[in-house]
């Protein structure tokens, strides 16, 4: 039995972009990608999110770390009366 342990991979930004840019390849699956740079899909699947990596995003909004945007705002409730009218 192997004790071996495998090291995490470290991705330049340059890197993530390129793969990022193929991944929108209507002719070729995020699976097939992944699998070519012998990578997690998931991996790459969250790259394609992060503005930094997919320029599309990056003309919307600025990056954020998912848990800075609005955590713990909610949006003010609009109360209305649904009481009948009376006649």
Avoid at 64 to 73: M, T
């Amino acid at each position: 039995m192997s004790t071996k342990t495998r090291q995490r991979r470290r991705y330049t930004d340059e890197f993530k972009r390129q793969v990022v840019a193929e991944s929108f390849d209507p002719e070729v699956s995020v699976a097939e990608i992944a699998r070519r740079y012998e990578m997690n899909a998931n991996a790459l699947f969250n790259w394609r999110k992060d503005p930094r990596f997919n320029p599309a995003l990056a003309e919307r909004e600025p990056h954020l770390p998912a848990r800075s945007r609005r955590a713990g705002r909610l949006a003010p409730a609009q109360l209305r009366d649904l009481r009948p009218t009376p006649c």
